[in-house]
Every structure is written in C-alpha cells, then in structure tokens.
C-alpha cells in the first residue's frame, strides 16, 4: 500500500547511557535537542519516551539516529535505544487522534 | 537496593490484537478499562502507550495481566503487548518529574 | 477466546541496571539464573534478550519479577527491563516453530 | 565517544502488520529477505526477533526501512515494528560474545 499525501508515522523513543550513573536526564535533553533540529517532525515527551509524529519513516530515521550519536559525543561509552514505530496507510490521524479514540 | 516507602515504579505499556482489523482501538479501551480498575495505579494515555506507575512491580503486573486477557474475552485470537518498566530506588520521582527533568 | 490446553506464550524479556557500569552481564546472569529457577519454562537466550515459552502468561510474570528483583538484591539503584508477548489461541506452537515459518 | 574499527553495533527488529490475519509469517518472511540484501549485515532468527549485527547505525537503519516498506508493497495497510539498539564503544564484541558472557 503506497502513502498518500497527508498521511503521518507515529514512533516512540527511548534512549539511555548504560554505565554513566542512575541519573540521564542531561543525556535525554541532548537528544530531544537532536529531535528538535529536524524539519517536519512533532514531538511530544512523556514519563518514558519521545512521541514523534512525521510523514515519512525516513523523516523519523535521520533524527533518531543523531540523538543516538549525540549521546557518545557528550562522552557516553555504551547507548541504548528503543524506537517502536506505528505505520498506517488506510487512515489519516495524526498522535491526537490516538489518544481520543481511546480515553 | 531494598525498595523504601514512597518510591514509585514507572512503566510504560503498549497493547494490541493481530489479526482483528487495522483499527484497533475499540481492544486498547478495553484494556484500559481494566487497567483503570486496579487499586493505586496512576495512568497518562499517550499517543503510542499507556505510562503506568506504581508503588511497587507487583501492583502494576496483575493489572496488566488483566488488560491482556480482556482482549481476549473479546474475541482476539491473538495479542501481542510491549511493557517497559523504569524502576528506581535511589530518588524518589513521579511520573511528571520525568518529563520535567528534560523540557 | 478462552486458552485451550496445550497452547504456549512466547516472550522476549531484556533488563539491565542504569547506573553501574557498562558491562552488566553479571546482572543478566542473575536475571537468567532466576527465570530458571520458575517451573514450566523453556529459555532461549539471544544477543539482546531472552525468550521465554510458558504455558500462561501467569506462569512467566512472577519469573519476570523475581528476574527484576534480582537486579537489587545484587545493589543495583535502578532497573529497566522490556518485556514482549506474544499469545497466540487459534494455532498451537512452540518457539522453535516461530523461527521455522521465517526462515 | 567516536566509534574505533572494528566495533559492532547490535540490534534487534520485531515488525508485523495489524489487520491482515492473525499469521503473519509470509510478511515476517518478506522482511527478512529485505534485510539479507543489506550489505556487511550479520542476522540472526530468534523465536521473537531478528538480531542485527552491523558495523554502524547508519548501516542497520536502511535495511530496518526497506524491510518496513516491503511489507506496504505486500499489500498491508498498518505496519508496526519494534527496534532495539544496543552500541557499546568500549569493548569489542560481536553478537556471540554478547550470549557468551551471560550463559
């Protein structure tokens, strides 16, 4: 099924240093940071991950990528992430528009 | 690291069924429902899960046990869910201290 | 769609402590040596986590606690695990028929 | 912390489509052989997940869209998937050693 004009990917993000103590929340700010330099994406945080809403999967990539870098250039020795991605072709929404549809 | 009063275990849970067309969200309300019946959890409803804390792993389990099987009382032949849990015994936090620490 | 005698839940389990280095492998051994320990389970262990087939959900959520316990016992301050299932009603399989349908 | 030769990313990828039946091997199957046509990729089948082992992220990530594009190609209209990342510049290591150290 080919993407239409309108249509948006919702991902979620969670990344942490493994070994630069209990505390990340610096590490996560940088790499909200990255987030937020790519053109296009809408982020929302929540208590465990980064919601991101974009058009494209390959606009979701690039972005989560250099949050990953950033991480080891603000000297982490060993990073870990998780993105969950959630592509629908036969409905437009957007991130609101899941959460309504459930509460 | 023994666990002291007032700590709070954070975790993050997403659920679905395979196999019971792509929208989904009459199955999420359900497991919500559930979830929402057990004693002592606060929830936040995002875009992509369901943030769940609690006092202790052993509050937030059944809950989900719960949610998991109300799909398929409903009718699923097959459910897949993801729960993500961010247990701290150093600092005591909440939910929204999370996020604050990194906007 | 109620569970019919013989039907397996297959997971994926993965933890780790934040906070205590890099290397953390002694704490996953500590986590396998206690999902061991639960009876009815089979394990496989992989590069990124362990799969667990079970006879019900019930059986391997304790194990998944008592794993996440572990991790404290030995002085971690905090611990993240990421835990996936996969219940499937209508067709009976064991973890080993999951990899032979893909491969 | 720059990345030295020699190092080895690992991953771990779990997709599947929401809508199309509740066995969704022949798409499982699909993704897979998107990902052996990446070059320099080592790939592992486990019963929930298949492990990737790649030189850099940016090797990992391309091979993860074209296997999540060709299920759309298939015909699903809801695809989700799950991506773990695991990078670790302080040591070498390859999938094996990961297993290895723990069992």
Redesign the interface.
């Known amino acids: ?3 239409e004009k309108g249509f948006r990917v ?3 993000f ?1 990344i ?1 240093p ?8 610096r590490y ?2 940088e790499a ?1 940071s990255e987030l937020k330099k790519a053109k296009g994406l809408r982020l ?6 980064t ?1 991101i ?1 974009g058009e494209k ?2 606009d979701i ?1 690039p972005a ?2 250099a949050a ?2 950033s991480l ?1 250039r603000m ?17 437009k929404r957007r ?2 528009d ?2 309504r ?3």
């Open positions: 099924m080919a993407r919702i991902a979620e969670s942490h493994i070994g630069e103590g209990t505390s990340v929340s996560v700010r909200l929302q945080v929540t208590p465990m991950a919601v809403e999967l390959s990539l989560v990528e990953h870098e080891f000297g982490a020795r060993r990073v870990d992430f998780v993105l969950r991605v959630d592509d629908r072709r036969d409905k991130m609101e899941k959460v549809e459930v509460v």
